[in-house]
């Protein structure tokens, strides 16, 4: 389905960074970030613009062409690795930085997950999140059909235990990110701390 999706010329999320993120970028520490489900790389390219050492991680090889290319139009390098994300060795206490950016899981995949985020990030760490809640399918403006792949404050409290939440909200904002992604949507958004 994701190769598929950004096939096309244009870019299906956009070229510029998540709107969250661009404004609390700066809670992350400068150095080595991961980007997990980057797809075509708007935020990748947008953080190493920031100064960040960046590996952007997608299972589709073709939006990671388009981050390559995006990325040497900006004239940064990042780091682009293909592999489904449950697989990916994210690795213990690496990482100064891990953002997720509208990574449509299911509720079990996605609590593996964020327990090896908790594992990956360095004393200090910081992990920053937007996703779409339950309460999207509501307003039908993106994310798709699937309950199952929303994420919500309590289940966010449950998987990222060991850290220490400087920001966690649910909201409702105007996302507008390429053709996907556009209206008024609901929306969690986390800045979590792993204790030093």
Not at 24 to 46: C, D, T, W
Not at 56 to 62: E, I, K, M, W, Y
Not at 115 to 120: H, P, Q
Not at 163 to 192: D, K, P
């Amino acid at each position: 389905m994701w190769d598929e999706r950004y096939a096309a010329e244009e870019y299906a999320y956009g070229t510029e960074p998540n709107q969250y993120l661009a404004e609390h970028y700066q809670a992350i520490p400068k150095g080595r970030v991961l980007s997990l489900a980057e797809g075509e790389g708007r935020n990748a390219v947008f953080l190493a613009r920031q100064g960040y050492a960046v590996t952007a991680v997608d299972g589709s090889a073709v939006g990671l062409r388009k981050a390559e290319k995006l990325a040497l139009e900006h004239g940064v390098e990042i780091e682009l690795v293909h592999a489904d994300l449950l697989d990916y060795e994210i690795g213990e206490n690496c990482w100064d930085g891990i953002v997720s950016i509208f990574c449509p899981l299911p509720a079990g995949p996605r609590a593996a997950l964020h327990r090896k985020v908790v594992a990956g990030l360095k004393p200090g760490g910081v992990f920053l999140l937007e996703a779409y809640t339950p309460e999207q399918l509501r307003y039908g403006t993106g994310g798709g059909p699937s309950p199952e792949t929303k994420t919500s404050r309590e289940s966010l409290i449950e998987d990222l235990r060991g850290l220490t939440f400087t920001h966690l909200a649910e909201l409702e904002r105007e996302v507008v990110e390429g053709i996907y992604h556009t209206g008024l949507g609901a929306v969690v958004q986390a800045i979590a701390v792993k204790e030093r």
